[in-house]
């Protein structure tokens, strides 16, 4: 157990909907990290975020968009879902803010996300 | 640019016998690490091991070896007496000094046979 928690574990829907992921970091992390896996992109890096501030952005489409509250946990929102958002999301956590060396990431269980 | 190239789609092996995946990394930067990670069938991401660009010392740890060579850009992991547990999908991958995100390969999905 890494000690990150995201909810759901599974999540149905259809497309043109919009459904929101939680991540709870391990105590005392500070950034959270967003991937996305899915079949056609592989494992990708999603957003960053880092005390409540976005870090990093990466290959994030303008209809996902995330934040971080001030007890760190974070959300992920996707809207207008389409067929291609099925993925599983995977949310990471580590102690520092990046850019000064190697910050582990504990990754969390991840969420299934099915768009019919 | 970064990168990380796993040619290697799919491998299929009988219980026992030694496997190795293969891994090619890319970056112009100096200071960088190289991590293996393992995907079960349940889904999780389970890390392997992690090395920094400036310890290209081999590996060890029970049946799992990797093989670290700057020269050639590669990172390769090795299973020795492969079991049907080490069944998954095998993901190489890179991250930066100057920062943090992860870059993962596309993933060996790995059969052992019993």
């Known amino acids: 157990d890494s000690g990150v928690t995201q909810t759901p574990k599974h999540l149905i829907t259809a497309t043109g909907q919009r459904v929101t992921l939680r991540c709870s970091p391990r105590s005392g992390d500070l950034s959270v990290y967003w991937y996305q896996q899915s079949l056609d992109q592989g494992l990708q890096f999603l957003i960053q975020y880092y005390n409540g501030e976005e870090r990093a952005k990466g290959n994030i489409l303008e209809r996902f968009s995330a934040q971080q509250f001030p007890d760190l946990h974070s959300e992920l929102n996707l809207s207008s879902l389409e067929l291609g958002d099925s993925a599983l999301y995977f949310c990471a956590s580590s102690v520092a803010g990046g850019g000064q060396g190697y910050n582990e990431q504990f990754f969390g269980p991840g969420t299934r996300l099915t768009v019919l | 640019a970064q990168k990380v190239t796993q040619a290697q789609t799919e491998i299929s092996v009988v219980e026992k016998e030694d496997v190795t995946l293969d891994c090619v990394y890319e970056?112009?930067?100096?200071?960088?690490?190289l991590f293996w990670y393992k995907q079960p069938p349940s889904g999780e991401l389970v890390f392997l091991i992690r090395r920094n660009s400036f310890d290209e010392q081999n590996e060890i740890s029970g049946r799992y070896s990797w093989n670290f060579q700057k020269s050639t850009s590669s990172f390769n992991f090795t299973i020795t007496a492969s079991q049907v547990v080490d069944s998954a999908v095998y993901f190489c991958?890179?991250?930066?000094?100057?920062?943090?995100?992860?870059?993962f390969g596309k993933g060996t999905r790995l059969h052992i046979l019993p």
């Open positions: 991958a890179l991250s930066l000094y100057r920062d943090d995100k992860i870059i």
């Open positions: 970056t112009r930067d100096t200071t960088y690490y």
